[in-house]
């Protein structure tokens, strides 16, 4: 097959957690990696990273990306823009596409349009929904939800996580039941996978003798993050000795760029780890290749996803698969992923004292960590995207 996949809103090939870069970006990266492997081809339509130029990139002889410069800043001329360049590209160059898979609302409205021109099936992952960041964020975008109920109506069909968001799809959307499939995404367990903890802190220079806590996330307030920093501060007022004996990583977003700590969420952020005298604790050391990641899943003791709200929660599978001790918020796809007390530990999103309370327990006991971790690697051996690519390529030939 030879597939066009649209992502508008961010070039899922930019450095992880910076910008809107995140989850939707890895799951792009490793579904086309898993399909280029079984020799489909896949095009990767999107936006030109952050003050970079236009130009086509080669992945390998199956993937190439091709980047086009829109206004970004009134996103229905940019749509229309994004859309007339696709389809000059194609007509030049002869290009016959067998379907489009986009991903999000804006490259939804861009496939159907494209599916139209071009008379080719059209397969939509949304990620996340107006109406979720209504029902767990309070927050409203009308003008983002007609999008959504448009692209939910017309496209061929819909691929989404876990059943909860194929039922928030059909009762706050009135999507029809038997276009939308459920795939959860993989992990790559050639890479994410147990590690020596002493060998994995030694190569990351972090201290032998201190708990490690970890945080891995766009900082955006939807990820929950001033939420941890406060269990924390409140960690550290209640036991005299915490602030010696600990370190929070936090990793994501652009640090070096000055910003970043102008942005609003790392400011407020910022000011209460200075007004408790944590900046020898608590550090924020940016974004970092996939690559490097494995390893501060296995240096870490806890890893904590505090998030208001996750359609899956990428960054907890990658944990499991390191066998890492989890503590994640009870919401969205978390909850599929983790069973509380078998191979994690959930708590109430937004609830500190909650937070705290479990994040004491677990710092305390070794023995918990390392059973809830062993269960988490355990658990991610059904999470392979070998498979869901697989899974995923069947709805492609459905369609066909």
């Given at each position: 097959?030879?597939?066009?996949?649209?992502?508008?809103?961010?070039c899922p090939f930019m450095r992880l957690g910076?910008?809107?870069?995140?989850?939707?970006?890895?799951?792009?990266?490793?579904?086309?990696?898993?399909?280029?492997?079984?020799?489909?081809?896949?095009?990767?339509?999107?936006?030109?990273?952050?003050?970079?130029?236009?130009?086509?990139?080669?992945?390998?002889?199956?993937?190439?990306?091709?980047?086009?410069?829109?206004?970004?800043?009134?996103?229905q001329s940019g749509l229309t823009e994004f859309?007339?360049?696709?389809?000059?590209?194609?007509?030049?160059?002869?290009?016959?596409?067998?379907?489009?898979?986009?991903?999000?609302?804006?490259?939804?409205?861009?496939?159907?349009?494209?599916?139209?021109?071009?008379?080719?099936?059209?397969?939509?992952?949304?990620?996340?929904?107006?109406?979720?960041?209504?029902?767990?964020?309070?927050?409203?975008?009308?003008?983002?939800?007609?999008?959504?109920?448009?692209?939910?109506?017309?496209?061929?069909?819909?691929?989404?996580?876990?059943?909860?968001?194929?039922?928030?799809?059909?009762?706050?959307?009135?999507?029809?039941?038997?276009?939308?499939?459920?795939?959860?995404?993989?992990?790559?367990?050639?890479?994410?996978?147990?590690?020596?903890?002493?060998?994995?802190?030694?190569?990351?220079?972090?201290?032998?003798?201190?708990?490690?806590?970890?945080?891995?996330?766009?900082?955006?307030?939807?990820?929950?993050?001033?939420?941890?920093?406060?269990?924390?501060?409140?960690?550290?007022?209640?036991?005299?000795?915490?602030?010696?004996?600990?370190?929070?990583?936090?990793?994501?977003?652009?640090?070096?760029?000055?910003?970043?700590?102008?942005?609003?969420?790392?400011?407020?952020?910022?000011?209460?780890?200075?007004?408790?005298?944590?900046?020898?604790?608590?550090?924020?050391?940016?974004?970092?290749?996939?690559?490097?990641?494995?390893?501060?899943?296995?240096?870490?003791?806890?890893?904590?996803?505090?998030?208001?709200?996750?359609?899956?929660?990428?960054?907890?599978?990658?944990?499991?698969?390191?066998?890492?001790?989890?503590?994640?918020?009870?919401?969205?796809?978390?909850?599929?992923?983790?069973?509380?007390?078998?191979?994690?530990?959930?708590?109430?999103?937004?609830?500190?004292?909650?937070?705290?309370?479990?994040?004491?327990?677990?710092?305390?006991?070794?023995?918990?960590?390392?059973?809830?971790?062993?269960?988490?690697?355990?658990?991610?051996?059904?999470?392979?995207w070998k498979y869901q690519t697989k899974k995923?390529?069947?709805?492609?030939?459905?369609?066909?």
């Open positions: 097959m030879r597939i066009a996949l649209i992502s508008y809103w961010t910076v910008f809107q870069s995140g989850g939707m970006g890895a799951y792009i990266q490793y579904l086309v990696s898993n399909l280029g492997q079984v020799g489909h081809q896949v095009d990767i339509y999107t936006r030109v990273h952050h003050g970079n130029e236009e130009k086509i990139v080669t992945i390998n002889q199956n993937i190439k990306v091709i980047h086009y410069s829109v206004n970004i800043k009134n996103h859309t007339q360049r696709m389809i000059t590209r194609i007509k030049k160059e002869k290009i016959q596409y067998d379907l489009l898979h986009c991903h999000y609302y804006f490259s939804g409205m861009i496939g159907l349009e494209m599916s139209k021109i071009l008379n080719i099936p059209n397969v939509v992952n949304f990620h996340t929904t107006s109406a979720a960041k209504e029902k767990y964020l309070g927050i409203k975008d009308e003008v983002r939800k007609k999008m959504e109920f448009e692209v939910v109506r017309e496209t061929d069909a819909i691929i989404v996580n876990t059943d909860l968001e194929k039922n928030e799809l059909v009762e706050n959307y009135q999507a029809d039941p038997k276009k939308v499939y459920i795939v959860s995404p993989g992990v790559d367990h050639t890479l994410f996978k147990k590690k020596d903890q002493h060998l994995a802190r030694k190569k990351l220079r972090l201290p032998f003798n201190k708990k490690i806590i970890l945080f891995i996330g766009r900082i955006d307030p939807v990820k929950g993050l001033r939420y941890l920093v406060d269990a924390v501060v409140m960690l550290s007022l209640r036991y005299s000795s915490f602030a010696k004996n600990f370190r929070l990583i936090i990793i994501g977003g652009d640090n070096k760029n000055p910003s970043f700590w102008k942005n609003q969420e790392v400011a407020g952020i910022q000011k209460n780890i200075i007004s408790h005298n944590l900046q020898c604790c608590i550090k924020f050391i940016g974004s970092c290749s996939h690559k490097i990641l494995p390893y501060y899943y296995n240096a870490s003791d806890i890893v904590v996803m505090p998030s208001l709200y996750e359609s899956f929660g990428l960054v907890v599978v990658e944990a499991m698969a390191c066998e890492s001790c989890i503590l994640a918020s009870k919401v969205g796809g978390l909850k599929y992923l983790i069973q509380d007390g078998i191979n994690g530990i959930l708590f109430e999103s937004g609830n500190v004292v909650q937070l705290y309370q479990k994040l004491y327990l677990l710092i305390s006991n070794k023995k918990i960590r390392l059973k809830l971790g062993r269960n988490a690697g355990n658990s991610s051996q059904r999470y392979c995923i390529i069947k709805i492609y030939q459905k369609l066909l």
